[in-house]
């Protein structure tokens, strides 16, 4: 039991760290907009507010609501060849390797290297960053396409996972893009440094972890050998990295890319995807806040739910199953298959709100699902080339990246 509640706190580690985050940008929103209305209705009527300490909240107020500049204000730097685009491209280069072995999609070093680095405002770097991370994710799935799975007869990448994840990946990513457009620049830069802080110092202390694990098994292991009187004994080997087929057996570690293709469900992967664009592009033409606005937003809905619903619904009467985990992949109950859908909506907010991949989220709910390593960084990969791609999309069609740079 104690086993299960540790498995648990640890998958939900990162759900309170973005929670908390959304949860003090919601005070913030909502703070602001009151006292800002409050000062408006007391310069509307000429009267004057509580004493000077409501003259202090005005001033504070006027600071963070910047009514001169609260609209939308871009910062491009014009695209030219100096000592910033080297260090960026240099920084570039390493975030999009770090992040494809994490299949986190590295979107934690490209903000903060366009908005220091390059000059770009905080939602601009949110909105390039995601055409880096796709870029980076479209190279890593092309070359993940052609690997098998590390221990058994399958592709590297789990298909029914990723049918169970995306379409509320793309769902989230929906969100995220809209809270981009409402939510001002400090809030985003507050968002960021928060969940930069919690996230960091999670994969910090969880690197620890695994260092004292291997320490230790490596150090049983020289134990072991010493007690051999010829010195030899057994080798040092990392911990499992994922289940075994009760039939051993040779496993091929590459395929070609038309072998590794499960087709069907990569078909309702492309479906999800292309109904979002064809969504998107309509939306674009419709008047803000309109019916047709709204109706169109919604729609959005049954696309992601009845994708997901048919794989969730499939997983739990045991009609499919998440291969990678082996003879345990049929096991799963209702609230478990909503807690992964959950994430799912979670990790694509956050990446199109921050100009994250989500993989951060994905990654360890794949770990914690039971999932290999490989898989998971695979997996989550292949599910953010989708959602990344659309969110490129969105953010194009809001006119809030300059081309040249993405």
């Known amino acids: 039991m104690a086993g ?55 001033s504070v107020l006027n600071f963070l609501w910047q009514g001169d500049e609260s609209g939308y204000q871009h910062i491009w730097p014009d695209l030219e060849f100096n000592w910033k685009i080297v260090v960026g491209s240099i920084v570039g280069f390493f975030g999009a390797a770090f992040g494809s072995v994490g299949g986190v999609g590295g979107g934690g070093i490209f903000v903060p290297m366009l908005t220091l680095i390059i000059g770009f405002d905080p939602k601009s770097a949110t909105a390039i960053s995601k055409c880096m991370i796709m870029g980076a994710a479209v190279s890593t799935v092309y070359y993940n396409l052609k690997l098998r799975h590390p221990t058994l007869d399958m592709p590297i990448i789990d298909y029914d996972l990723a049918v169970l994840i995306q379409p509320m990946l793309m769902m989230g990513i929906s969100i995220g893009v809209a809270f981009n457009v409402l939510f001002a620049d400090w809030m985003v830069t507050v968002l960021l440094i928060v969940l930069f802080i919690g996230t960091s110092t999670k994969a910090f202390l969880k690197g620890i972890e695994t260092w004292k694990k291997e320490t230790i098994m490596k150090k049983e292991a020289e134990k072991r050998s010493g007690t051999n009187g010829n010195g030899e004994g057994d080798d040092y080997k990392l911990l499992p990295s994922g289940p075994r087929s009760n039939e051993a057996k040779d496993v091929d570690e590459t395929a070609t890319i038309l072998e590794n293709v499960c087709w069907k469900e990569f078909g309702l992967l492309s479906f999800v995807w292309v109904a979002y664009l064809a969504l ?127």
């Open 4 to 58: 299960s509640m540790g498995k648990w706190r640890r998958a939900f580690g990162p759900l309170f760290t973005v929670v908390w985050s959304f949860a003090l940008a919601s005070i913030f929103v909502s703070a602001e907009r009151s006292l800002k209305l409050e000062s408006m209705s007391h310069n509307a009527t000429g009267t004057s507010p509580r004493g000077s300490d409501s003259d202090l909240l005005t």
């Open 280 to 406: 998107q592009i309509i939306k674009n033409y419709t008047a803000n806040c309109s019916v047709m606005y709204w109706v169109v937003n919604l729609l959005q809905i049954p696309v992601s739910l009845g994708v997901s619903g048919y794989e969730a619904v499939s997983l739990y009467k045991g009609w499919r199953k998440i291969g990678s985990k082996g003879e345990t992949g049929t096991n799963f109950k209702v609230h478990q298959l909503l807690t992964y859908c959950f994430f799912g909506i979670l990790a694509g907010l956050v990446g199109g709100l921050l100009g994250l991949g989500g993989g951060f989220i994905m990654g360890p709910l794949f770990l914690e699902l039971g999932v290999p390593p490989q898989v998971s960084s695979a997996t989550a990969t292949f599910a953010m080339m989708f959602s990344s791609s659309m969110s490129v999309v969105e953010y194009y069609l809001l006119k809030r990246f300059p081309v040249p740079y993405g």
